[in-house]
């Protein structure tokens, strides 16, 4: 009975057009037995009643005044379950649309993200080559022969040491003015001196910072920032400090604040420690953080493994993740 009954069911289910492997509404199946079950019960009763009745116009009365409401139920009933059939499939085509929608989103962010990395990638490649273009040739004075006795040349970032002795000598000259007057005093003579080595330099570099500022759809530009910062040397650190107190490289401060960029600048090679008050807290990275509490490094390595064994117990354990921990947190936990 069981086998008669799911064989019935298949071919109900193959007449309206159900897949194999969908599933379909039960509803729909037995409102179709019910329907078939009373027809063949009135068809049951109109044959032992004709046996008995010598007229059939009262019972073909009676069987149209009870039949048509009850198939005019029957129907309305069939076009309800339609309905909730039409309603799943469209929620059920809402949720694919959403997940394609989610799906394309997500696409189109990671094509967003690649084309800015490689422009970001290209544009610290050509910044290396600007540096790597800047040279400095000093000659002595000529004795006999025509070569010069002391000549030397400096290439590269070498030559922002010269740079920074340059500028603090024309701070030194400077004096007798008010500290930020002579700072302006001290720059104007010394761009004077080397703009055409500079110029192009410090034009770049901030097109650079610009660029990833001002980038769509890229949520976190702290790490790309970082590996620009982590390309520029100590005196590239600070001859952008005293660029960018200058009238004219004024407008670094916006980049210095937000990424933190005199993070790892040696405050003492600045000609004057006060100077710092001149930018934010913020443009030093404070608060700094915390060196690890404990020492040597074999404790450390002893904290960060029983951390990582601790997450595999919970994961075997099934228990839900909790939020990973940096790796300061952990070797400051001990």
């Not at 064994?309 to 075997?316: G, I, S």
Request: charged residues 25%; negative net charge; contains cysteine.
């Amino acid at each position: 009975m069981q086998k008669c009954f799911h064989a019935v069911k298949q071919k109900f289910d193959s007449f309206i057009g159900v897949e194999k492997g969908e599933k379909s509404t039960p509803g729909l199946f037995y409102l179709f037995l019910f329907a078939v079950g009373l027809t063949i019960l009135i068809f049951g009763i109109a044959i032992i009643w004709s046996k008995s009745v010598s007229q059939m116009g009262p019972f073909g009365d009676f069987i149209g005044g009870t039949l048509n409401p009850l198939l005019t139920f029957l129907t309305f009933m069939g076009l309800l379950v339609t309905i909730v059939l039409q309603q799943t499939e469209l929620k059920d085509t809402r949720v694919e649309l959403e997940r394609s929608a989610t799906a394309l989103e997500n696409q189109l962010q990671a094509t967003d993200r690649q084309n800015f990395e490689s422009t970001f990638f290209q544009m610290l490649t050509l910044h290396n080559t600007i540096v790597n273009s800047i040279d400095l040739y000093y000659s002595g004075r000529a004795t006999s022969g025509d070569v010069d006795k002391g000549s030397r040349e400096t290439k590269g970032r070498d030559c922002f040491s010269q740079f920074f002795d340059n500028f603090k000598d024309k701070y030194e000259e400077a004096r007798g003015h008010p500290d930020r007057d002579r700072l302006q005093i001290a720059y104007d003579e010394f761009w004077r001196y080397r703009q055409q080595d500079l110029a192009h330099y410090y034009r770049y570099l901030y097109n650079v910072l610009r660029f990833v500022h001002e980038a769509k759809g890229i949520k976190d530009r702290g790490p790309y920032v970082k590996l620009l910062r982590a390309q520029l040397s100590d005196y590239e650190l600070v001859m952008l400090f005293y660029t960018a107190l200058n009238k004219h490289g004024i407008n670094y401060w916006l980049y210095i604040h937000e990424y933190q960029l005199f993070d790892n600048l040696p405050e003492g090679m600045l000609i004057d420690p006060n100077h710092a008050s001149y930018y934010s807290d913020r443009s030093f990275g404070e608060p700094k953080r915390q060196p690890p509490a404990d020492w040597p490094p074999a404790i450390l390595a002893l904290h960060y493994d029983a951390a990582q064994e601790k997450k595999k117990q919970r994961l075997a354990a099934g228990l839900p993740e909790i939020e990973e921990s940096t790796l300061d947190d952990i070797l400051n936990a001990g």
